[in-house]
């Protein structure tokens, strides 16, 4: 019997490695654009600071899918070290210009910048695991993977309070965009990160080579472009959620009990990846792609209780219920985009679901605080549950679209071999 799980996973060869390297490639996740925010805000104030903050996001919505199609054609290693030393010399050169105090249009190009040069890790990571493991051990390597970006986000914050508390912000910057750095150059010289990418060098010659260069498979299909909406649905919702807490406990004067409430969302979020990776259903069973709804209700169900929530006690409890209901969905995207994307468009699909990721949590923040400045906190603690439905209506969208695909497929196979020479013919 195939052995699965965190332990046959974590005692795969090359795996530890490639774990260390990415979480190190990943620091900046939880740390960059809480510190961004200060920084900048003390220098120029609160807008330019959400205008860099903004820009730095949009940089990573903008090319993370450009250097995705990079690593499926064989330049992830190249795109690893080029762009693991370019960022960390535009997060040198923002820190230097915020403070040289250059002019705030100057700044924000310079945090633009610096998302943008964000390596591709998750491109590299993610299309790798598929050929690397057996087929048991790739949805465990995926909710590693989201396990490993929850505990960023539980740790991050109270490493950049660390440098916030000590008056040095930009250190801070500095410091996690080394890790960046480092873990990056690392994963581009491991043994599978190499293979994998002579092996989709190779495949792209090969296609270019051919006397009629047969032309690149069709990526945003309707039901990718589906599964790309219940992403941003979801991450909406997150957004918002993120913006509002703190904002709501900063109001009353208790900012901590914001920061501890995000927490509980984080572990939450932690728990739930480790028991949907020991009771997720059987494809057999239940279909990936009907997985997803049930999920998907479930997250809304409990969304629900938000504007229930009395207390910082029961606030924690809410978010942490929160954090394990959407953590099923959040690697279902991942399966689901290994299965519907082309082999040779894997890493570009992964980019494209942090780019919905990045967008509706940019979305999320910003309607967070339109309904706050409009309607004030009661509305806005309600309002966020749309954006779950939304998630949840395009999930169903997107089950019966690949049910439609397969049942065409079906007949088209069926209808094949009814027209060959030998059906209806019995072998002796």
């Known amino acids: ?8 996973f974590l005692s795969t060869r090359h795996v530890p490695s490639i774990i260390a390297s990415m979480t190190l490639a990943r620091l900046p996740m939880g740390i960059v654009t809480l510190i961004l925010v200060l920084f900048v805000s003390v220098h120029y104030g609160a807008a330019a600071s959400g205008m860099a903050t903004a820009a730095f ?42 403070m040289a105090e250059i002019h705030p249009l100057a700044v924000v190009a310079c945090s633009f910048a610096a998302g943008a040069l964000t390596p591709p890790i998750a491109g590299v990571t993610r299309s790798l695991w598929p050929v690397m493991l057996d087929i048991g051990l790739v949805s465990t390597a995926y909710n590693f993977e989201v396990l ?19 008056g040095i912000p930009e250190w801070g910057l500095i410091a996690a965009t080394v890790g960046c750095t480092v873990g ?22 090969s296609r270019g080579d051919s006397t009629a260069a047969l032309p690149r498979p069709r990526l945003l ?26 904002l709501f406990y900063s109001n009353q004067g208790t900012a901590l009990l ?35 709804p049930l999920f998907a209700a479930v997250f809304l169900a409990t969304t629900i209780l938000t504007p229930l929530a009395e207390g910082i006690a029961s606030m924690c409890v809410v978010m942490f219920a929160i954090g394990m209901a959407g953590a099923p969905c959040d690697n279902l995207y991942y399966q689901l985009s290994g299965l519907l994307a082309p082999e040779e468009r894997q890493a570009e699909m992964f980019s494209w679901l942090n780019t919905a990721t990045s967008v509706g949590v940019s979305s999320g923040a910003f309607f967070a605080g339109c309904a706050v400045e409009a309607s004030g906190f009661d509305a806005a603690f309600s309002l966020p549950v ?19 695909e397969k049942r065409q497929c079906h007949r088209k196979t069926k209808g ?13």
């Not at 749309?386 to 439609?404: V, W």
Request: aromatic content about 8%.
């Open 1 to 8: 019997m195939q052995e699965t799980g965190y332990r046959a």
């Open 57 to 98: 996001t949009a940089g990573v919505a903008c090319f993370g899918p450009v250097f995705g199609r990079l690593v499926d054609k064989g330049r992830g290693p190249l795109a690893l070290r080029i762009l693991g030393v370019a960022e960390l010399v535009a997060i040198l050169g923002l820190v230097g210009g915020v």
């Open 148 to 166: 490993i970006v929850d505990l960023i986000y539980v740790m991050g914050p109270l490493l950049a309070s660390l440098f916030i508390a000590a």
């Open 184 to 205: 990056s150059l690392s994963l581009s010289m491991l043994t599978p990160v190499k293979t994998h990418a002579a092996r989709n060098r190779k495949r792209a010659l």
């Open 221 to 246: 299909t309707l039901a990718i472009g589906l599964l790309l909406l219940v992403c941003l649905g979801k991450m909406c919702y997150s957004g918002w959620l993120e913006a509002l807490i703190p």
């Open 258 to 292: 914001g920061s501890i409430a995000i927490s509980a969302w984080s572990v939450g979020a932690a728990f739930g990846v480790v028991l949907f990776n020991r009771f997720q259903p059987e494809p057999r069973t239940i279909a990936i792609h009907k997985q997803l």
């Open 386 to 404: 749309l954006c779950a439905l939304a998630s949840l209506i395009f999930a169903f969208a997107l089950m019966i679209r690949i049910g439609a």
């Open 416 to 428: 094949l071999k009814s027209h060959h020479p030998d059906a209806g013919h019995t072998s002796n």
